[in-house]
């Protein structure tokens, strides 16, 4: 499977942007499908996930502002984001787990939130 990112930029406090990832290649196989985010000197963490039934679970920092939603037709995973911090300042990464324990991870995409 290969994961396709886009969708950051440079955006002020308080705005919104929308990330989106395309999955190609073996997308039968694809089961969850997430967004992480690594922020400058920090661990990469988990944002958001949503399973092929369309159950989400999101990290307490973005609860309320950040919304996970997918499109198995076309195989694209989307991260809305609202009311953005400093803080959400990072590179954004799109990840799917799929079956036989496989894992795969986009590019990678820049936001940055100004105060």
């Known amino acids: 499977v290969q994961l396709q990112a886009s969708g950051g930029g440079l955006v002020q406090a308080g705005g919104s942007l929308r990330l989106s990832c395309a999955a190609s290649?073996?997308?039968?196989?694809?089961?969850?499908m997430a967004w992480y985010r690594q922020a400058p000197g920090k661990q990469r963490e988990r944002l958001a996930t949503i399973t092929s039934g369309g159950s989400t679970y999101y990290a307490d920092s973005v609860k309320g502002r950040f919304t996970i939603s997918r499109d198995n037709v076309n195989s694209w995973v989307y991260l809305g984001m609202n009311s953005l911090l400093p803080e959400d300042t990072g590179v954004y990464y799109c990840n799917v787990d799929a079956t036989r324990n496989r894992t795969y991870w986009g590019q990678g995409t820049l936001v940055t939130v100004s105060s």
């Open positions: 290649g073996n997308i039968f196989s694809i089961q969850n």
